[in-house]
């Protein structure tokens, strides 16, 4: 049997009496945390008894169903005294007091903040009662008033990475022009997307082999915002360079990040912002605004460009040279796989978030 059978499987099967640690996304939308929980759990579970619970679970991570907490939460785990519930999110954190503190059930719990804002001070009781805490980048965990140890996400480096022939995939794939742009993730002002459409405006009419894709999802709150993008793509004439593809599963992301030769994030504000690493890693040169752990990610001048977040002609002054020397775009896209292959490889951050796990246990857990 495969190992992707085998995966498929422990997937159908597990049992939470079999389980240590138990990862939940109890969220209806897909998002940045989701695709960050699913890429950690394959990589987690060939260390230690690690399994997924709630919505948009792919069968390549080991999951089980809600309701086995309450039916089995109190049964002994595999190994010490305590499961450990590891919360990203305020509801999830919420759930987990409840396990722990109303239920008496034996967990630990743990949450990883990405946020890089003051928290309310429901979130801020909320995490005193965390039994440990993991920021994302130094920026979160300035804004934490308990302890905490920061771990930097990382990226799959062999689920994103480069083609052999990009242009090549480009012109099979039946897009226009040669020089791919991307920006993924949701469509809503908070990641300046109308900035970008509106850097392309002004510069595609002198680059006419630039391309630009758009993928995420559109709730129904930011559909008139996006019917508006929409609009000004059309009075410029773009509508066959700027293209909305919608919201991709999770499978189709990979390629269309290896698509592109340039990737752009201009953000207006953001907790981490994982996407920039994901274009690193598959070979693309990112202009980011400096929001989120970008600085930390994007080497100014090196793999990409760094401008302030929310300012339109520091967006296009950085987007025109990669569009004006293509070869140096390709340049800087190497060099940022290199940089992720050296400094971000998402098995240095499994390892840490497992050395959190077996501290707070008090157990050890790789097998």
Known sequence: MSDNNTTRKQAAQLNLRDVMVLAPNLHWRY??????????????????QIACVGAHLPADVAQIPFRQIFSQGWSRPPVGAFRLWHARRNDEMIVGVVLKFLLR????????????????????????????????????????EV????????????????????AAEWRSAGLTGSLGIGAFGRIRPQKGTDLLIDAAVKLFPAYPEATLLLTG???????????????RVDDAGLRDRILFLGEQSRDKMPSLFALVAL????????????????????????VATRTGAAAQLVVDGET??????DDLDA????????????????AMGRRGREKAVADHDIKQEAARIAEVYESVLGVLLSR
Do not use: C
């Not at 998002?31 to 230690?48: C, D, K, N, Y």
């Not at 990405?114 to 928290?119: E, K, V």
């Not at 990737?263 to 990112?286: D, K, N, Q």
């Not at 990409?304 to 977040?309: A, D, E, K, R, S």
């Open 31 to 48: 998002s940045g945390v989701t695709s960050t929980i699913f890429a950690l759990a394959p990589i987690l579970q060939r260390r230690l």
């Open 263 to 286: 990737y752009v994030a201009p953000m207006r504000w953001e907790g981490f912002g994982l996407t920039p690493l994901e274009a690193m890693a598959s070979g693309a040169a990112v």
């Open 217 to 231: 999802l559109t709730t129904p709150e930011n559909a008139p915002f996006v019917e508006e993008l929409k609009r």
């Open 147 to 166: 302890p905490s140890v920061t771990i930097h996400h990382g990226v799959d480096l062999e689920r994103f990475s480069p083609l052999p022939d990009r």
């Open 105 to 144: 059930q034996k967990w630990k719990l743990v949450f990883t903040s990405a946020g890089q804002r003051r928290h309310t001070a429901f979130t801020r009781w909320l995490l005193r009662r965390m039994d440990a805490v993991i920021a994302t980048s130094e920026g979160a965990a300035g804004f934490l």
């Open 304 to 309: 990409g460009t760094l401008v302030p977040p």
């Open 315 to 330: 967006l296009v002054r950085a987007i025109e040279p990669f569009l004006a020397e293509p070869e140096k775009t390709l």
